[in-house]
């Protein structure tokens, strides 16, 4: 089996689209427009997101060529709304980013506070019943905590984006039993594990857990090689996921011998 063929055969269905890369990119910070595309290309990835507030809060014509550039890529453009501190803020942006990017598929994020950039909960429950209501096909960025999954799936949401460290961390899974209880709780729903990953380690390990894909933005574009980067990423991606296909060994407390036993000659 090549890898071509696991891909196709294991794709990501999220929203009834399938999605042929379980790697998902970001496409802030990166040191040229140039780098950026090449790290998307390299990686594969077939979703991109995009904070429309940010890009689009200085020059409005720099934040249009941007947009473009992204458009031009042949991914899917996720737009967010990274910087919205209120529902009421989110709610506004993802109306603008179904106007600008001609899709009701919208990467949710209400920040609770500027130093972790931790969700607010709250208001990300609130945004995502009220987008869900007006037809929008919400992704939101969340905590692992259970209580606020089950919100967010019962206010229409069929993907959940748990963080695993705070953006920009690099901090990776900063409490696996918690990720562990979710996946386990929602076996089937789609999962991506979003923010805070740092190595191409933390995104194989999120997949061998059973997560359906990562998102990544910070360690790719702000690695020294983001190009290379993002394909150490995506490689990690798919040997975690080919993993958790396979039926990885449990750990034993014991040593158990590797080579057989039997018939070894009595000394
Ligand atoms: C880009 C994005 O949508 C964010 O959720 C976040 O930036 C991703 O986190 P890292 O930058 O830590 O990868």
Known sequence: MTLADTRTADALSIYGEAIGSRLLLGTSQYPSPDTLRRSVEASGAEIVTVSLRRESSGDVKTGQRFFDLLKSFGARVLPNTAGCHTAREAITTAQMAREVFETD????????????????????????EKLTRDGFKVLPYCTEDLSV??????AGCQVLMPWAAPIGSARGLMNPYGLKTLRAFYPDLPLIVDAGLGAPSHAALALEMGYDGVLINTAVAKA???????????????AGRMAYRSG????????????????????
């Not at 999954?149 to 019962?154: D, E, F, M, N, T």
């Not at 020294?224 to 798919?238: I, L, T």
């Open 105 to 128: 598929w919208i990467k949710l994020e209400v920040i609770a506070n500027d130093d972790t950039l931790q969700p607010d909960v709250y208001g990300l429950v609130d945004a995502a």
């Open 149 to 154: 999954a089950q919100r967010l799936v019962g």
């Open 224 to 238: 020294a090689d983001s190009v290379a980067m993002a394909v150490a990423f995506a490689k990690a991606v798919e």
């Open 248 to 267: 990885i060994m449990p750990p034993r407390d014991m040593a158990s011998p590797s080579s057989p036993v039997a018939g070894l000659a009595l000394l």
